[in-house]
């Protein structure tokens, strides 16, 4: 994950912590920060991401399973209107497109 991301990351963390609840302003910041992150290139997965917030927070639960609720539709907004990107592998076939489409 860039930079970028784990400190936008970060903010969220700091969000969690101790929150008993989560408000609009909040989870505008939070569904914010996810399209931040899937439009800058990076990606995550929602399960690491839980990891995460699990065990750095000392948040409510439920404000932990919201923020992963969000987590989980902006990247399912994001993949279903990206059907098609370009993913770099290892293998950079010679035709020098970087790599190989993704469904």
Known sequence: M????????????????????????????????????????????????????VSKANGDSQVIDRIMNIAHYQKSKFDASNKFRMVSDENDCSCGCGGHVTF
């Open 2 to 53: 860039r930079m970028e991301s784990l400190v936008l990351l970060q903010q969220l963390q700091d969000v969690v912590a101790n929150s008993k609840s989560i408000g609009l302003q909040e989870e505008d910041l939070v569904k914010s920060t996810f399209k931040k992150i899937l439009e800058s290139g990076d990606t995550y997965s929602v399960m690491d991401l839980e990891d995460l917030f």
